[in-house]
């Protein structure tokens, strides 16, 4: 159910990589996406459904393609969380999702953005830098009715990187979010001491 990213994207590279937490269990409700938008800016997702069995899988591929139709019609990544939690508030769903969405440009690098109740990026940089970014957004999708999602606009540098996660990546016994966040920051990263 999780799609085959495009090959080439404008002025982009997107990579992604899904690991199961658990052997033999690769189905869940983690998902990402990454899209060429109508107005030639790229849109790029990762979600997480509460959950780890084929229900929360079916509800994360609802909820997938609920983003991507959307998308088609709107371009602000608020107005797309916005209507998405609409849809999925009048279909009353036993479960929630986190997403955080991204429409980027990639003739100057503008990134709009938001999250709801999603883990923060990690932007890094080729000198080794990096900082971690909270996005503005709201409440979880398909809870709330008549949520506005808010959103932010930031540049994305040249030779810089976008890396987003989910929690299972960056928290865990022994692992605090922001230890998570740090060593998802290294660049080049270093090898896991923690599993």
């Known amino acids: 159910m999780l799609p085959t990213l495009p090959e080439r994207l404008p002025g982009l590279e997107v990579a992604a990589r899904y690991r199961p937490s658990r052997g033999g269990l690769d189905i869940g409700g ?19 459904v509460q959950g780890h069995d084929v229900d929360a899988a079916a509800f994360m591929g609802q909820v ?9 019609q709107e371009q602000d990544p608020g107005t797309v969380l916005t209507r998405t939690n609409e849809l999925l508030v009048t279909t009353a769903p036993a479960r929630f999702a986190t997403c955080t969405m991204l ?10 953005g938001t999250s709801v109740g999603h883990v923060p990026l990690v932007c890094a940089h080729k000198d080794g830098s990096h900082e971690v970014r ?7 999708l398909g809870v709330l009715p008549g949520t506005e999602y808010r959103e932010e606009t930031f540049t994305l540098d040249d030779d810089s990187a976008l890396v987003m996660v989910t929690d299972g990546v960056v928290e865990g016994p022994g692992l605090t979010l922001a ?7 290294r660049w080049p990263p270093k090898p896991s001491t923690t599993g």
């Not at 998902?31 to 109508?38: G, K």
């Not at 230890?179 to 920051?185: D, T």
């Open 134 to 140: 909270e996005l503005p957004g709201g409440p979880v």
């Open 103 to 112: 429409h980027i440009d990639p003739h100057d690098g503008q990134v709009t």
């Open 179 to 185: 230890a998570g966040l740090e060593r998802a920051g």
């Open 64 to 72: 997938r393609m609920s983003l991507r139709a959307i998308a088609a």
């Open 30 to 48: 983690k998902w990402y996406d990454a899209f060429l938008m109508p107005d030639g800016a790229v849109a790029v997702e990762i979600g997480d």
